[in-house]
Structures are given as C-alpha cells and as structure tokens.
C-alpha cells in the first residue's frame, strides 16, 4: 500500500453492519395512513357518545365537545379513541385518528389454548374508575352477553362468545369502554406472565440437574 493510497481495510463485521438514520416522527395524519394499509378496508369505526364538557373560565363558561370512537376489524385488533374540541366534526374526527393510532391485537381462542379465534382464552378482571368488569369465556352459541355499549367493543375486537359482569358506575360511559380496551390487553398479559414463570422454573430444573451450567 502506497503512501498516497488512503484507502483501510474494511473490518470483518462490516458486512453486518446497519446504518443507523435519525429520521424525524411522522405527523399524525401518516401515521393513520399506515395503520390504514396495514389493516386493510376491514378496519371500521363508530361514534360511541358525543358529550359537552364546560369549564369556567374568567370569561365565563368555556363549552366543548368529547367524541369517544372506537375502530376495529372484527379479525382480533380494536382501538379506542377520545377527543375534545370547540367543534363536534373535529372531536369527531380527532378520535378517529386516536382510536386508529391505538390499535391493540386481542388474543383470541378457546380456555387454556388459540385455537378457535372467536372467543377468550382465559378469564380477565378489570377496572378503570369506579367501573369493574369480569369476562369469562363461553360456549360456541352463546353469544356476547354483554351491555350495549361493550357489546359493540367486542364485536369490533372479533369476540364472537364470552360472558361479562360489571358493577360500579357503567353510567359513565367513558369509564365503561376504556375499561374493555384494558381486559383485551390483560388476555395477552398472562400469557406474557405465564413464560416468564415457565421460564424461570425451566432454569431452576436446569441448574438443579446440571450445577455446572451456566446460566
């Protein structure tokens, strides 16, 4: 290699190399865009409740408007949207577009198992507020037993047969749907406790039969 030659050896691991590039957050209305082409035209959405909201202010009562949407396709993903705004078209379509960037998978199948994806594989509590929510899975025919309002959030989800009991306030309707979006997380919270658990025992039995491996 010659003086004037400024060229280097390339590393061994150059090859496995992946550039890295800063690029700045796409605005909100592209990222519905994707969700969109992911999803596919299956994706479909509803007005839940449109209610008024007042603040005083110096200058007086200030009135606005909370739209809660909710989007789903019926296939195991569903989303849930709440704006507040002067205007109810923009509430309206503000919640559209944060029920769409919200979009969560639902964990669908029969007790202890995936297979049969229209009904719940384990049995979740939750709570949001003063709102408290049991669903427990049902037999193939039974159908959503389920108040109006959850029952639509179900059936976006793509739940075709579950049992549900709530108590507390379910008046308050804002309470009453986040709370179901938040049991269609916990399906998949179990099952990310239940590995963890299965694998710490696995180690445990490893370390028990074979000291000298190191985990």
């Known amino acids: 290699m010659g003086s004037g030659d400024k060229t280097r050896p390339l590393s061994q691991n150059w090859g496995n190399h992946i550039p890295r590039v800063n690029l700045p957050p796409l605005p909100p209305h592209q990222r519905v865009q994707i969700i969109d082409q992911l999803i596919g035209p299956s994706l479909k959405d509803e007005v839940m409740k449109i209610t008024p909201v007042k603040k005083q202010t110096r200058a007086g009562q200030r009135t606005r408007f909370k739209a809660f949407d909710v989007v789903g396709d019926g296939k195991g993903h569903v989303g849930l949207g709440v704006k507040c705004s002067k205007e109810?078209?923009?509430?309206?379509?503000?919640?559209?577009?944060?029920?769409?960037?919200?979009?969560?998978?639902?964990?669908?199948?029969?007790?202890g198992n995936k297979i049969g994806k229209p009904h719940m594989p384990c049995k979740v509590t939750g709570k949001c507020g003063s709102v408290s929510i049991r669903m427990v899975p049902a037999p193939r025919?039974?159908?959503?037993?389920?108040?109006?309002?959850?029952?639509?959030?179900?059936?976006?989800?793509?739940?075709e047969d579950v049992f549900t009991f709530s108590r507390g306030s379910t008046k308050t309707l804002g309470n009453f749907v986040k709370v179901y979006k938040f049991v269609s997380i916990m399906c998949y919270c179990y099952l990310a406790l239940f590995m963890v658990s299965l694998r710490s025992i696995w180690k445990c039995l490893l370390h028990v039969l074979v000291p000298t491996l190191e985990l």
């Open 88 to 111: 109810v078209a923009t509430a309206i379509r503000g919640a559209i577009i944060l029920a769409k960037l919200s979009v969560i998978p639902v964990r669908r199948g029969y007790w």
């Open 141 to 159: 025919g039974a159908g959503i037993v389920a108040a109006r309002v959850p029952k639509k959030v179900l059936q976006f989800a793509g739940i």
